[in-house]
């Protein structure tokens, strides 16, 4: 089995977030923040500005004439996508990668990652309750500890895991293997990152949202559910799980998730076609 200290020498070796995306991460999730302190915190980072820049012009977000400083984007975008455009311009070298040891080509892991932060801001949307801005950030880091799994499994492993995965599901195969599984590993990662609570939490419990109350969890696990809809093929007849407590506590029709996931898919195809 590898050991607590094991994984957190393989989180070790992942990139952190620069401290712009940690600080503005802070600032999102503080509700008492004002646009100021967001524009200030932005305007100190030119990879950053560029993205959200170019997110705001994007063809989802720019079809309201083009704008060319930050205020204006942040204003266009909303302190929820400023952040997630932000953490996807800063983590794009290490979510951008296949994971074969979890079945994800090239692309893939990314596609997913990215499914799921535009379904989680289209719940966001929907839900009958308010959910916290950071919910589309939570959702596009929710698999990370996947990204520390792989790279410390032997081929060995790797094989068990693949095999045990499609007999009891993958939480269970991880844990009963490696003695934790990634929504763990993601946890503890995130807190690495110095990222706020609130994400860590829903990272950590985004495959049982029934462990805790918090609606962001009870978004991102259903917005991972949509993820994968959306890059399943088609023809595989694959079904969402989604736990109908996530549902009930968000106000969400199960009926709806149809059509949210294909909202999901219209705004993957858009941000595939332009840089964002
Ligand atoms: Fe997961
Ligand atoms: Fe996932």
Redesign the pocket.
């Known amino acids: 089995m590898l050991d607590h200290d094991e994984i957190l020498q393989a989180i070790e070796t992942i990139e952190p977030l620069s401290p712009t995306v940690t600080r503005l991460a802070e600032l999102v999730a503080d509700p008492e923040t004002d646009m100021d302190a967001v524009v200030a915190c932005v305007s100190h980072d030119p990879g950053m500005t560029l993205g959200l820049l170019r997110r705001a012009n994007s063809a989802q977000y720019g079809g309201r004439g083009q704008v060319g400083d930050v205020r204006s984007a942040v204003v266009r975008l909303g302190f929820g996508v400023v952040l997630e455009a932000a953490v996807r311009v800063g983590s794009r070298n290490v979510l951008d990668r296949s994971i074969p040891q979890y079945g994800f080509s090239e692309r893939q892991f990314w596609r997913h990652c990215c499914a799921a932060a535009h379904a989680a801001e289209a719940l966001r949307r929907s839900a009958g309750v308010p959910i916290a801005a950071v919910v589309a950030t939570a959702a596009l880091l929710?698999?990370i500890g996947k990204l520390a799994i792989a790279q410390h499994i032997s081929e060995r492993q790797e094989e068990l895991l693949e095999s045990a995965h499609a007999l009891v599901g993958i939480m269970t195969a991880e844990r009963d293997l490696f003695g934790l599984d990634?929504?763990e590993v993601g946890g503890l990662m995130a807190k690495r990152w110095r990222l706020p609570e609130t994400i860590v939490q829903a990272i950590t419990f985004?495959?049982d949202p029934g462990l805790v109350t918090d609606p962001i969890t009870d978004v991102v696990h259903v917005a991972?559910q949509i993820a994968l809809m959306v890059c399943s093929d088609p023809d595989s007849g694959w079904q969402m799980t989604v736990e109908t407590g996530s549902l009930e506590r968000l106000g969400i029709d199960a009926d709806d998730l149809g059509s949210l996931a294909e909202v999901s898919r219209g705004l993957l195809e858009l941000t595939e076609t332009r840089p964002s």
Do not use: K, S, T, Y
């Open positions: 929710h698999d990634h929504a985004h495959h991972d």
